[in-house]
């Protein structure tokens, strides 16, 4: 069974940085996506970025131009530069990955959270 761990969130002030890092048990086969969402309490979760087998990479409006997702392809890592961080950041971070199962089914694995406060 695959287990995903995030790494790397915790207080910084605005305008401040961090760098999450997602990390799997086992290598995943037939990996089709790695990304991260984001939740705050009494929020919807929210998709922060992704990025697919061929290294295309989507991101929300709201992290656009601040924050930058990669990826380690060998080792199944994925990363989350995040820059000029505001408050509104606030939220627990999960990271997940899409895998291509049998018979054209996908399977989401996610992480169990990691906390990031942006806060003065």
């Known amino acids: 069974q695959v287990q995903l761990v995030e790494s790397g969130g915790g207080l910084v002030q605005p305008g401040g940085s961090l760098r999450l890092s997602c990390t799997s048990s086992q290598n995943i086969v037939r990996l089709k996506t790695l990304g991260w969402y984001r939740q705050a309490p009494g929020k919807q979760r929210e998709l922060v970025a992704d990025i697919g087998f061929s290294g295309n990479i989507n991101y929300a409006d709201s992290v656009k131009g601040r924050f930058n997702i990669s990826k380690d392809s060998r080792k199944d890592m994925v990363f989350l530069q995040m820059n000029s961080l505001k408050p509104e950041d606030t939220a627990v971070y999960y990271c997940?990955?899409?895998?291509?199962?049998?018979?054209?089914?996908?399977?989401?694995?996610w992480g169990q959270g990691t906390q990031v406060t942006v806060s003065s």
């Open positions: 997940y990955a899409d895998q291509l199962g049998a018979y054209r089914r996908e399977l989401k694995y």
